[in-house]
């Protein structure tokens, strides 16, 4: 059975949904003012990650990932680029969407915009002034009470004398209390804005999620997810927000994925140490990529370094080396009573583990090497697939990004490897010799075996 860390209450927990067969996730995903980083990369493999074995484990899930479109930094940028935000929200958007296509992600069920979802936020703060858990400033804002919501802090684990104002949470002499968030931010100049009870002006950047997760999931639903930089103060005030309007739970499981860290630093665009996706497949293959990512475990920090993506892909390659010349057809669904998917399930039903399951495709692929198994190579790109890996034909990974400056013409190289064949069989070794090391300045390593040369990018 499916176990979950629910950092709600710090345990483990046996996954349970609301309703018996489905699953509704919710994800915070992208605010679209720049490039996503391996930072971003890592939260959306995750949560792809988990998404595939939800499905796997028979659930019909609707999976929710939100696009902030409308926010400070968006509008901070499209300012200092001198552009509209909507041609700024629009670039970022697609870069995004092609960065997803790139790692193989699947789309999640709903992609929400931010800005399609005004009205339903609008609902909400006045359901929260209602309940008199919200106020109007004198200069328009509507603010969130915090002390009057008495479960504040309770996912974070903070209490409200510790608290300071978080991430995006201004400190104004309009607030009652530091810790007050803005719900409605009045508009100023050259700001886009919206009609509203308390005067024309937007939303703040907390009660889009709220507002997004309602109208597609319900007041109450079973997964939320997301990056743990989030889980204060964001998804502390999403739980603010839609219990305080609503009077009853909100979520019942919160998953967090770990930091991706460079130098003992989480990596982030405020720090300015972080890499794009887009530059970092520019060196490495995006299934590398993929898989340098989720063989760790998904609430672990993640150290990125060029020596480890040069580790998953030597790591990759061993796996798709075991598959070479067998001609998989991989079952439909898999035989999870054999020991070995056995062990795969057991490690991904205890809380994603990836690592575990990883170290079973590794058992696999020493096992297809040893007796060059159909059955077993079927079964490794079975497993493998329900992670969204080895699903290429080997060589097209083998053979991927061999040459320094991109991949290399296949009849070339198998030109040269005739040639040096026809050098070999007239003993003339040095020619032969030769045609080996110009081709492996191109990036292009020969593996001589029984059947015959074959040849695979270094």
Not at 440 to 453: C, H, I, N, P, S
Request: charged share 25%.
């Amino acid at each position: 059975m499916l176990k979950l860390y629910n950092s709600l209450t710090k345990r483990k927990e046996i996954f349970t949904p609301i309703t018996p067969g489905k699953v509704g996730m919710y994800v915070c995903g992208m605010t679209v003012y720049d490039k996503c980083h391996v930072g971003h990369a890592r939260m959306l493999l995750s949560f792809d990650m988990v998404y595939r074995w939800l499905k796997v484990s028979g659930y019909d899930v609707t999976y929710v990932r939100n696009i902030t479109d409308i926010d400070d930094k968006i509008i901070a940028r499209a300012a200092a680029n001198k552009e509209p935000i909507e041609a700024l929200t629009a670039r970022t958007i697609a870069d995004m969407h092609r960065d997803l296509a790139a790692l193989m992600t699947e789309a999640p069920t709903h992609e929400p915009r931010a800005t399609q979802h005004i009205p339903g936020m609008l609902r909400l703060i006045e359901q929260l002034l209602a309940r008199g858990l919200a106020y109007v400033g004198s200069n328009g804002d509507v603010y969130y009470s915090v002390r009057d919501f008495p479960g504040y802090g309770k996912l974070s684990g903070k209490s409200l004398d510790d608290l300071r104002a978080g991430e995006r949470v201004a400190v104004t002499e309009q607030k009652r209390d530091p810790l007050d968030f803005v719900l409605w931010k009045a508009s100023k100049p050259g700001e886009p804005k919206w009609p509203s009870p308390w005067g024309e002006g937007r939303p703040g950047w907390h009660i889009e999620c709220s507002a997004m997760s309602e109208s597609l999931l319900g007041e109450h639903f079973d997964i939320h997810g997301g990056g743990h930089d989030l889980q204060f103060p964001h998804h502390e005030n999403e739980i603010a927000q839609s219990e305080g309007a609503h009077g009853h739970a909100f979520v019942n499981y919160w998953l967090h994925n770990g930091f991706v860290r460079v130098n003992d630093e989480k990596m982030s665009k405020s720090l300015g140490n972080f890499f794009t996706i887009e530059d970092v497949l520019k060196l490495y293959d995006p299934e590398v990529v993929r898989f340098f990512i989720l063989r760790a475990h998904y609430r672990s920090p993640l150290n990125y370094a060029d020596q480890q993506l040069d580790e998953a892909k030597q790591a990759l390659t061993t796996l798709y080396t075991a598959l070479r010349g067998i001609e998989t057809s991989p079952p439909v669904n898999n035989d999870w009573s054999e020991a070995r998917a056995a062990r795969f399930k057991a490690a991904m039903d205890d809380d994603f583990n990836t690592p575990e399951a990883v170290a079973v495709l590794f058992e696999l692929a020493g096992e297809v090497n040893k007796t060059h198994s159909l059955a077993i190579a079927n079964q490794l790109k079975a497993l493998a697939g329900v992670l969204g890996l080895l699903q290429r034909a080997p060589d097209e990974f083998l053979r991927a990004k061999a040459g320094s400056a991109g991949a290399v013409d296949a009849a070339w190289v198998e030109a040269q490897i005739a040639a040096r064949n026809a050098a070999r069989k007239a003993k003339n070794f040095a020619e032969s010799d030769r045609i080996r090391d110009e081709l492996a300045a191109k990036g292009v390593l020969l593996e001589d075996t029984a059947g015959g040369t074959t040849w695979r990018g270094r």
